[in-house]
């Protein structure tokens, strides 16, 4: 039995929950998520929890069993909570700023790089260096904030770039001379 997938997802006050078919919907004060569910997965609801099951151990059920219950626990938490991601912007020149629903970066190149938030993500500024994203999905959160750190991602020499809050980014010493 999966140890992820066999633990209970409690549901907060203000979320509803509901299964038609294969469609899990979940609706809570941020808004609302649904997901596509495998047909050997089941869910169960009990008063304020839902439990996650699989109809037999075929291997295909074992391995999407711990899978289905965390994309279900992140809906859940995504639709009363939100997810966010912060990121910082290093470098001498390199700073954001937040022009409507658009993202504007610079970050040494000749151009400046607009990016308009995608629908159900928002950004923020704080400051000039620290960008916010923030959203209900966490899938969506973490791939446009790993999309704002590939266009310009951390350098080992100086460490000028984008990078994750608390993110380590591996210094390299430069070139030395001849001898």
Do not use: C
């Not at 219950?69 to 939100?82: F, I, K, S």
């Amino acid at each position: 039995m999966s140890r992820i997938g066999k633990m209970p997802i409690t549901i907060p006050a203000g979320v509803s929950f509901d299964v038609n078919g294969n469609i899990v919907t979940v609706k809570g004060p941020k808004g609302q998520l649904s997901q596509n569910m495998f047909e050997g997965i089941k869910l169960e609801q009990n008063d304020n929890t839902i439990t996650v099951s699989r109809a037999s151990d075929e291997k295909k059920l074992r391995e999407l069993h711990g899978l289905f219950r965390m994309l279900v626990a992140n809906m859940v938490t995504g639709v009363n909570e939100g997810f966010k991601k912060e990121l910082e912007i290093i470098g001498v020149g390199y700073r954001g700023a937040k022009q409507g629903s658009k993202l504007v970066l610079n970050l040494g190149y000749s151009h400046q790089v607009e990016m308009e938030d995608p629908q159900g993500i928002t950004t923020n500024m704080e400051g000039n260096n620290k960008i916010v994203v923030s959203g209900i999905d966490k899938q969506q959160v973490g791939a446009y904030a790993a999309v704002i750190r590939e266009k310009r991602p951390p350098e080992p020499y100086k460490g000028k770039g984008i990078r994750y809050a608390g993110e380590k980014v591996r210094r390299k010493e430069g070139k030395t001379g001849k001898k």
